[in-house]
């Protein structure tokens, strides 16, 4: 391993974008192999086993491909796998993300917030562990999002569509203070959900935090590289159009 290998981000598809152009500002003089597994997307509705086996293959393919870190920008992913992932490669840094629920209650104490996620992050023990730190200091909601992740996948994050699937999901719920994006695909909803739920509900998410916790375990390790920086994109499904809609998303952050 050494400083000029690549740092791999992976999601089950374009929402991994969210996070890697938090990275790419963080660390702007790294080399970074982005790569969405959108063949299989979405991974939040299949079973904790089968999510393991798809982010286990995606990890296998990536460290053939020389990288010093792997950054799942994935909380369903990081629930199903981050042990196993570890478990299977104890020299790499590996990063996982999970919902940003500490710094909306650190944020709004007492306060009403929703955790939007999928529903295997939801269901799943490394989240009701969280919830667990959390439930006694604010009022936590948990939202479960069926079909927004494929509106994103297919380029309508801004849309009618999208409009109406908030609009009635969020019937559901009380005005809250603060919603959790805790899936990588939500913040490119993040105008439609601020029209929907109104701009002073403050939306969430560990982008940031997840960059810099990289920049961190790459500076312990002496890893940090300077010069130009780099970024490719993959995705399994070889479909320009997936390929075309990463770039756009990544742009327009
Ligand atoms: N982007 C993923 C997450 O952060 C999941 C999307 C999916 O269901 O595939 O949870």
Redesign the pocket.
Known sequence: MNKNDLIAVF???V??ISVLRHLVRVLPEERFLYFGDSAN?????KSKETVKELTLAAAENLCFRGIKALVV??????SAAINDLRAAYPDLIVIG?EPALKLAADTFPGGKIGVM??P??LREEKFAKLMDRFDESCDIFKIPAPGL?ELIEGGRADSPETEALLSRLFENYPKLDALVL?????PFAGKVLSRVLGEDVALLDGGDGTARETKRRLEAAGLLRTGEGQVMIENSANSPELLALSMQLLEEM
């Open positions: 999601d089950s598809g929402g991994g997307a979405p991974y939040g509705t920008a994935c909380n369903t992913a990081t993300i996620a999928t295997m992050t992740v805790g899936c990588t695909h939500y």
